[in-house]
């Protein structure tokens, strides 16, 4: 197991999944990619650059990765994270095949009823998309 790919949304407990992440790389010498997914603006998807306070968020989010990346470096491992932005599902499994990834792992935390139904779980959609294996990690 060489690649594993990590899933950070921002939402909760992004570093216990990283941890997780962290044991398995250590364990099989393997590179960690943190990718984070943002959906696209419609209001600014083109040439405009989009509001301000857009910007200010995504530039914290890119440099949140990139000081996550620079602690898994300190410990010994390979990592290096991504910032793409796009369609979540689609993205996750296209930067999968490029980087060759042999493992996705993702968190899961449960929402309400409703949110299941008109948004659904991002790990589910995952899982039934992937031919790659995914690990789900439980956060709370």
Known sequence: MKNILVTIDFDINEKSLIDQAFQLAESFDSKLWLIHIAA??????????????????????LKLIQEYCTALKK????SEGLFIQGATIKMIIEE?????????????HEHGFF???FVGSVS???????KIPVLIIPLE
Do not use: C, M, W
Not at 75 to 78: A, D
């Open 40 to 61: 696209p603006d419609p209001d600014f998807v083109g040439y405009k650059v989009g509001p301000q306070y857009i910007r200010d968020s995504r530039a914290t989010e």
């Open 75 to 78: 410990k010994g491992i390979n």
């Open 96 to 108: 999968s095949k490029k980087l060759h990834i042999d493992l996705i792992i993702t968190g899961h």
């Open 115 to 117: 949110y299941n139904a």
């Open 124 to 130: 589910s959609q995952i899982i039934k998309k992937s």
